[in-house]
């Protein structure tokens, strides 16, 4: 699937599919309460993550995750975007996911385009709202994971993310709950749920809305 076709789709212009895409990747216990996806704390942090598509050395479109590592925290271990807090320096979201990515795992952020910003998410154990953004690189960024920060950079190729057979089930475990049973994306031996899947759930629609 040639990008420049989804770029010619004018992808920004598309309607977003939204929180009923998202919800679709949702961790089950929390469907019996929408709500928890709406009614957002005012004393929510904020926070910006970016989903990065480029074309490796054989024009094969990929997008990359990264591992966090094990850490005495909720997301211990999880594999998420790179992004993080937005601090004071930062313009908007945008900078956010620019500075963050570039921080992480070393994306230089002058050859990163903003294709779309996705819609926000709420994660309710971290009590962060996340801003999501499509992007796209020319070439395959030369990854350098920050110590301390990501386990490892996981790249993923485009493909797999629209094919339905990577939206499975599966039985999880995190710090704060224990073999429950949630909606994820399987790529390989990567298992991604949680706010993450549930952007991917959304950037999938969209992805093929435009193609």
Excluded at 22 to 27: D, F, I, S, V, W
Excluded at 72 to 99: C, M, Y
Aim: proline share 8%.
């Amino acid at each position: 699937m040639p990008f420049a076709g989804l770029l010619s789709s004018k992808i920004a212009e598309i309607p977003k599919p939204g929180l009923q895409a998202q919800l679709k990747m949702a961790p089950r216990h929390r469907l019996s309460d929408e709500t928890l996806f709406l009614n957002v704390p005012a004393n929510a942090r904020k926070a910006a993550v970016m989903m990065l598509i480029y074309p490796d050395a054989e024009q094969v479109l990929h997008f990359c995750l990264i591992q966090r590592p094990t850490y005495d925290g909720k997301h211990s271990g999880q594999i998420s975007f790179p992004g993080g807090k937005k601090e004071e320096q930062d313009v908007d979201f945008w900078a956010t996911a620019l500075r963050e990515t570039h921080e992480e795992v070393g994306v230089n952020p002058t050859k990163v385009r903003k294709l779309t910003a996705l819609s926000s998410t709420y994660i309710p154990p971290s009590n962060f709202m996340v801003y999501p953004f499509l992007a796209y690189t020319d070439a395959r960024p030369n990854f350098v994971p920050e110590e301390g920060e990501v386990e490892h950079v996981i790249e993923v190729p485009l493909a797999l993310l629209l094919d339905e057979t990577s939206m499975q089930e599966g039985e999880i475990n995190a710090s704060y709950m224990k073999e429950v049973v949630v909606p994820m994306f399987v790529f390989g031996e990567n298992k991604v749920w949680g706010a993450t899947a549930m952007v991917l759930a959304e950037a999938r629609e969209l992805i093929l809305l435009a193609k």
